[in-house]
């Protein structure tokens, strides 16, 4: 089946701690990826796909075909960084898979 | 350029009725999906229209049907309404052709509440 899994449903790190925040992918094909974010009260927003392998707001996630992850990862957790994060997943017939999201909180 | 526009805002229903949403597509988008949110889950595919035809469905059954029209904006049509369609409905334009993905825009969504 094609499933992505955030197993954390609240991650909570302080200011400026490294964040790592976990994806899954149960997938038979060439996956293509994406983590998407929605801060309070703002829609829903492409965060940064795989393929363009770019480093946005300082986040970076890379692909591991070989167990199946792609971790949202930033170095220093800024207080702005706590939102709702969706990893994702376009699979055939154009759809998009979306995680069950994990919250992000950063504490002072 | 002007974003997607879902209405209405929030909308309460009974069971067993009928509910249409509508899409306002963001400037030059030419495809629109449709998500259904429950709370405390990601957002689940419902159906993606592309040119106005159905281009590929999630697993809802056929009580969920859309529309686009030939200006891209869209509707969602849910019959026989159950409760558990409450949820938030997200609408998200692109423009992808056919079998391409490309980033998606939401709306703000459209809160659904039947009881």
């Known amino acids: 089946a094609q499933r992505v899994t955030q197993p954390e449903k609240l991650l909570s790190v302080f200011k400026g701690a490294p964040v790592e925040l976990k994806c899954n992918y149960s997938y038979s094909g060439s996956p293509e990826l994406f983590w998407y974010v929605q801060y309070s009260r703002q829609r829903l927003q492409l965060l940064l796909r795989h393929i363009s392998r770019e480093s946005i707001k300082g986040f970076t996630a890379d692909l591991n075909k070989g167990e199946t992850s792609f971790h949202l990862k930033k170095p220093f957790a800024q207080e702005e960084d706590s939102a709702m994060y969706y990893c994702?997943?376009?699979?055939?017939?154009?759809?998009?898979?979306f995680g069950s999201g994990t919250r992000l909180s950063i504490r002072p | 350029e002007t974003g997607v526009t879902q209405s209405p805002t929030h909308l309460i229903k009974t069971r067993g009725q009928q509910v249409t949403l509508r899409c306002s597509s963001q400037?030059?988008?030419?495809?629109v999906s449709w998500y259904q949110q429950a709370l405390g889950q990601g957002p689940q595919f419902i159906f993606q229209?592309?040119?106005?035809?159905?281009?590929g469905r999630g697993n809802f059954p056929p009580r969920f049907s859309g529309l686009q029209f030939p200006n891209y904006s869209s509707e969602l049509n849910v019959n026989a309404l159950e409760l558990d369609d409450s949820a938030l409905y997200l609408c998200?334009?692109?423009?992808?052709?056919?079998?391409?993905?490309?980033?998606?825009?939401f709306g703000p969504g459209t809160r659904l509440t039947v009881t």
């Open positions: 998200a334009s692109s423009s992808s052709g056919r079998d391409r993905s490309d980033e998606q825009y």
């Open positions: 400037s030059g988008h030419n495809t």
């Open positions: 229209y592309y040119r106005e035809e159905e281009n």
């Open positions: 994702a997943f376009y699979s055939s017939a154009s759809k998009i898979i």
